[in-house]
């Protein structure tokens, strides 16, 4: 058996973390898989009751930077692979990409393999901030076997910064279940329940984005979009399917812009296609991405798609002819695309249709096998990690 073992900050309900949790439960033999996280993550219990590896949680392994935390972390990690032996050490996002490739490294893990789930640096932050992010992925590079990114576009840019070789990267798209999605949108009584718990009347327009309330998703902006489109359609309605830090920062400004009442505040929510299967529209606000699920998991539902222009989703959507997209904190723009879409269904209809040409590349499953045809490839290529073939 090969032993792979795959570290993530936190078990937070987010694309990264449900589709590793996904690859965990599902890795098929010859891999006997593993998994090790922070605590405190909403997706804590899940894990915990993997039946395909078994998790740990590191206590100092955590999000915020803390350098007596984040050096325990490394020295905790390092002791698990040299307890453990993993032939193949996988991990995701930033902080535990940054600390469990250097542990891997550091106990002599043959094969440490890194998915970018977007970079832990972005444009919205200080000049510091954001070289310190490239320093460390610099960094670490050379200590990575293979690189696989979610979009082609975090990808290129980690090329062009210097720390993705391309002869050693990929791209696996971020999988969704299909199939849940496409279900629910058609089963009509599944978005009326919604509506009708939610106290919304069947035929009212219901604008909808799906998203953390962090800066990174802007939900503030998506606040005022709501407040334009309300502006122009008083029968709409709006909700947010989330939670985070800026709750109360979106509740504040609700109330402030007049949407007290119309827009709905749902909380971290476990039935997403259901929710999905109750809008008219989707709107995604984000400021940076790696490539968003909630994009494909909306064409799944077909449901249109209002977004900005940014990263992944760029990739994938083109204004006008599989979605509408304009750039980061343009409320004005965003705004008449939706009104574009509220009065125009069949522009709705024809861009999902369009859109749904997509999906090919985002069933989780298929992410789940590109994994293990990965894995394989290395394991026949064999020999020790990038850098010592490099100084060889």
């Known amino acids: 058996m090969t032993r792979v073992c795959h570290v993530i900050t936190r078990l937070d309900l987010g694309g990264a ?3 590793t949790l996904h690859t965990v439960r599902t890795l098929r033999e010859p891999f006997r898989p593993s998994l090790i996280c922070g605590p405190g993550g909403l997706l804590d219990p899940e894990a915990e009751r993997l039946a395909g590896g078994p998790v740990t949680f590191l206590r100092d392994l955590v999000r915020p930077i803390d350098p007596v935390r984040d050096l325990r972390a490394l020295l905790a990690l390092r002791r698990h692979f040299l307890l453990t032996r993993p032939q193949i050490v996988h991990t995701h996002s930033s902080k535990a990409g940054i ?56 990808l290129d840019e980690g090329v062009r910064l210097g720390f993705i070789h391309p ?16 279900a629910a949108a058609a089963d009509r009584d599944a978005g009326l329940a919604l509506r009708a718990d939610l106290g919304i009347p069947a035929h009212a327009p219901l604008v909808g984005m799906v998203a953390c309330l962090k800066p990174q998703k802007a939900p503030l902006d998506f606040v005022e979009v709501a407040a334009r489109v309300a502006a122009a359609r008083p029968d709409a309605a709006f909700l947010i399917a989330g939670d985070g830090e800026l709750r109360l920062s979106v509740e504040e400004h609700a109330r402030r812009r007049g949407l007290a009442g119309r827009l709905h505040l749902l909380g971290w929510r476990r039935d997403v296609p259901r929710v999905m299967a109750a809008l008219d529209v989707v709107v995604l606000t984000s400021l940076w991405e790696g490539l968003p699920r909630v994009v494909p998991e909306a064409i799944a539902a077909g449901r249109p798609v209002v977004a900005t222009a940014v990263d992944g989703t760029a990739e994938i959507l083109r204004d006008g002819e599989n979605g509408l997209v304009s750039p980061p904190h343009d409320c004005d723009g965003l705004a008449a695309r939706v009104l574009r879409l509220l009065e125009e269904p069949g522009l709705g209809r024809r861009l999902t249709e369009r859109a749904s040409l997509l999906l090919k590349d985002f069933d989780i499953d298929q992410m789940v096998r590109a994994q293990e ?5 290395l394991l026949r290529q064999g020999g020790p990690p990038l850098q010592a073939r490099q100084a060889a």
């Open 373 to 377: 045809d990965l894995y394989h490839t």
């Open 99 to 154: 600390l469990g490739r250097a542990a891997a490294a550091a106990a002599g893990v043959p094969i440490v393999v890194h998915t970018v789930h977007g970079f832990g640096f972005h444009p919205e932050q200080s000049w510091a901030g954001r070289a310190l992010g490239i320093g460390l992925e610099r960094c670490v590079a050379p200590l990575t076997t293979h690189v696989v990114a979610v979009s082609r576009n975090n």
């Open 167 to 182: 002869g050693r990267a990929s791209v696996i798209r971020s999988g969704i279940r299909i199939d849940a999605f496409r």
């Open 17 to 19: 973390q449900e589709n």
